[in-house]
């Protein structure tokens, strides 16, 4: 199971301090993600005619792994209407515990912790 976090922050300002402190932590830049209406990040990445088509594609990656394809379609809306999304990929229980930490603590509007296999 490969474990992925996704946090969704109303303030552009607030994710962008959520994802400087999970590097601090000891993260790997490739492994935080910020996704908004000001930086696309990996949702650029996909497949899509639109910057939106490729936040949905980008959501559905993530959530449809586990059958939560509602989650990524509330997930892509709350961007399109200016919320950000910080997105983990911890490898090890010490970074999902770190991570879960770090990112409750800032008070995401939305919180989803995804089990996918691989």
Partial sequence: MTPVIVALYDDFGVAQ???TELVADGFPTDRVELTSQTESGQADAEPGE????KVSNYFHTLFDQTGDSASADQFAD???KGSSAITVH????HELDSARTILRQ??????REEHANN
Avoid: C, I
């Fill in 90 to 93: 911890p490898r090890s229980d």
């Fill in 50 to 53: 639109s910057y939106w088509r």
């Fill in 17 to 19: 301090r959520v994802r």
């Fill in 78 to 80: 709350r961007v399109r």
């Fill in 106 to 111: 800032h008070h995401p509007a939305d919180f």
